[in-house]
């Protein structure tokens, strides 16, 4: 069962046809054909907050990708290549990305074709399960935030100035304090101005110790003092924040490897997550982000910010399709509760939700 039919059985409540199988190329029946990565199960315990949650936070991704869908499909003419065209620009525009888009329409194509789709309702199926199953395929839920079982979990924060970097470290203490875990953080980003005292802030107010220096100071030096002291006052998590802009490319890099350097000197299985933080709104900008940063450094996960202001929630796929980096945490408001690990069942529904039910 692909991710499309799990998410309409569980959330719909709606029954699921097996389609027939057809021989097809390769590229494109990887995308027809029914996912076979291992499945995820749905947790019971707060569940339906969650999913109310999700679907809260990407609304204005959602209503808007429905709308201007249902608009486009109104036209919907199976042997009409400006169609497709139009299809193609659409998917662009929601930040789907190239390989996902061109992915996506050939599978429509191709079931024009032969002969399996003529009505809009065919297309909309299609299309939406298509879109579900890739995001199934390119942010498989078992890649979770990786916690070191045996002590301090060390993580460190990349990414460019005004994603939301800081705020999201913030978050992330507030809720593992609210645990009962005890969270050490380290002012990483010496470089620019008024960070140290930001990190700093955030610290006060979420109850977390803060280890820094003056701006302009040694940010190895600060790494190493911040595992000191979270080593020696029993803390079960440090999270570093980085600077996300140096003179060049060049510097920045050599910045994030001294670091990781001293942490790995200090703990040899650390850092536990090398986390980028994009900023969703951005779309392409983002995703350019991303590739800069994974030629820079070895990121382990994205998190990605402010998914409740953006129209288009398509960041996810071309992620995953074009870099091959899990999103392990999305933002879907301000409040100190709404950072929340990915979930991709819940995430497709969020973004999909009138449309999956109209298939029924």
């Given amino acids: 069962m692909g991710l499309f039919d799990k998410i309409k059985s569980a959330f719909t409540g709606a029954e699921t046809k097996e389609q027939p199988q057809v021989e097809v190329e390769e590229e494109v029946k ?8 291992k499945e995820t199960t749905l947790e019971p315990d707060n569940t339906k907050q969650e999913t109310d949650e999700y679907e809260k936070g990407l609304k204005k991704s ?16 199976y042997e009409d290549e400006e169609f497709f065209e139009e299809l193609e620009d659409l998917l662009i525009e929601s ?3 190239f390989e996902a888009t061109m992915q996506i329409a050939d599978t429509l194509r191709y079931e024009a074709k032969v002969e399996n789709v003529k009505s809009m309702k065919d ?24 916690e070191n079982p045996d002590g301090l979990t060390v993580v460190l924060f990349v990414g460019v100035n005004g994603v939301g970097k800081t705020t999201t470290i913030a978050k992330m203490a507030h809720q593992y304090i609210d645990k009962g875990k ?5 002012a990483g980003d010496t470089f620019r101005a008024g960070a140290i005292e930001q990190l700093n802030i955030w610290g006060d107010r979420v109850g977390a110790e803060v280890i820094s220096t003056k701006q302009g100071g040694d940010p190895a030096a600060v790494v190493f003092d911040s595992i000191k002291t979270a080593r020696d006052s029993g ?5 570093i924040d980085t600077a996300g802009r140096l003179q060049n490319k060049k510097n920045l890099m050599n910045e994030l490897e001294k670091m990781k350097r001293v942490i790995s000197r200090e703990i040899p299985d ?25 030629e820079t450094t070895d990121v382990t996960g994205i998190v990605l910010t402010k998914m409740d202001g953006t129209a288009k929630g398509g960041i996810v796929l071309a992620i995953g399709k074009e870099l091959g980096i899990p999103v392990k945490f999305v933002g879907l408001g301000e409040t100190m509760n709404d950072l929340h690990p990915f979930d991709t069942e819940k995430f497709a529904y969020g973004l999909f939700k009138e449309l999956i039910e109209q298939t029924a």
């Fill in 270 to 294: 650390a850092p536990h997550e090398t986390l980028l933080v994009l900023d969703a709104t951005t779309g392409q900008n983002a995703l350019n982000q991303a590739k800069i940063f994974k």
């Fill in 235 to 239: 803390a079960d998590l440090l999270l």
């Fill in 123 to 146: 297309a909309e199926r299609v299309i939406v399960k298509t879109m579900v199953d890739m995001y199934g395929e390119t942010n498989p839920d078992h890649q979770a935030f990786n």
């Fill in 182 to 186: 005890k969270v050490v953080l380290a």
């Fill in 62 to 77: 959602r209503v808007s990708f429905t709308r201007r869908l249902n608009e486009l499909l109104a036209n919907f003419r």
């Fill in 95 to 97: 930040d789907v990305g």
């Fill in 30 to 37: 990887e995308v027809v054909e029914d996912s076979t990565a």
